[in-house]
């Protein structure tokens, strides 16, 4: 059992996402004790990526030479440093690069420990409850446009920073998913992926979810047809969300058994596991929500 959000708001304007992704998430942290994860999006930078890497928490001198050579790597790779930053357990940093996006993702992962990639996207997650997360890595500062959060009851894979939502799309920038449910022909799409030179760094299926899609994206798709295919090409049980640096959207599987519950307005569209996530957002206001059907799917845009 786990818990997922998602928020966005219509238009360009920044918005309190760190925050409204906290409130969501504590009103389910009940599904979810051992980790929280947050993938939160700011306006594109063009040009630009952002990276953010695992560096080791125990030992300052290994962690300084983690660091020295995720810089060193980079460079080799073409990409010019602009900023960087240590924060909790997190090594930031922001580059110039206008080379080949999935070359450097796979360089890099084979370098150091990637959480995220994307001119937008930026990926924070670890062990703990929301407030833990946000204490060491101050996600209620963060303001963007949209967001995806997840809390992990741990069944397949140990309570550690990396096996905890959300996951990025390895090799593709900004696409990130959270899931609810298990994909029972994971080891089969993944092969069919890595037939085609695709890499993977976890055995979760929710990375499997998020390169599927990223995929099509790139084969011209749009991602309401990606998510059309997911539901007839992904078996098992599933509730999941993904957005891309522009769009937010969910799918459930025919059978429905992973619960999912949202609202929308003028102003955005929220969805949930549980209904008392959205309430978080909108404290005693009576909210009209709904629940969506089996084997359905939608996306929503930042454009009004």
């Not at 769009?247 to 999912?260: Q, S, V």
Request: charged content about 25%.
């Amino acid at each position: 059992m786990c818990g997922i959000a998602g928020v966005m708001y219509r238009g360009n304007q920044a918005f309190d996402t760190g925050d409204a992704l906290i409130r969501m998430l504590d009103g389910c942290q009940h599904r979810g004790p051992d980790s929280t994860g947050f993938a939160l999006y700011a306006p594109e930078a063009t040009g630009r990526l952002k990276l953010r890497f695992f560096i080791d928490p125990q030992n300052t001198t290994d962690r300084d030479s983690a660091i020295a050579a995720i810089r060193a790597r980079l460079v080799d790779l073409g990409a010019k440093i602009e900023e960087e930053a240590e924060a909790g357990d997190n090594y930031r940093v922001t580059v110039h690069f206008d080379g080949d996006v999935q070359k450097l993702s796979y360089e890099m992962e084979h370098a150091a420990k990637v959480i995220s990639i994307g001119t937008s996207l930026e990926i924070v997650k670890d062990i703990g409850s929301a407030h833990d997360v946000d204490d060491r890595y101050h996600v209620n500062q963060f303001r963007g446009t949209h967001g995806l959060g997840h809390v992990r009851l741990a069944t397949e894979s140990d309570v550690k920073p990396e096996a905890s939502h959300p996951f990025w799309a390895t090799g593709f920038a900004d696409v990130a998913i959270v899931h609810n449910g298990q994909i029972t022909n994971y080891w089969k799409m993944r092969r069919r992926l890595e037939q085609r030179e695709f890499e993977f760094t976890t055995d979760n299926d929710s990375e499997l979810i998020a390169v599927y899609l990223a995929d099509k994206l790139a084969q011209g798709n749009t991602l309401q047809e990606a998510l059309a295919t997911s539901i007839d090409d992904l078996d098992g049980t599933f509730s999941f969300l993904v957005s891309t640096k522009d769009e937010i959207g969910y799918a459930k599987d025919r059978l429905a058994a992973k619960p999912m519950i949202m609202y929308e307005d003028d102003d955005l569209v929220a969805i949930a596991s549980e209904e008392v996530s959205l309430n978080r957002l909108f404290p005693g206001k009576a909210l009209n929500t709904r629940e969506p059907a089996p084997g359905t799917y939608a996306t929503w845009s930042r454009s009004i």
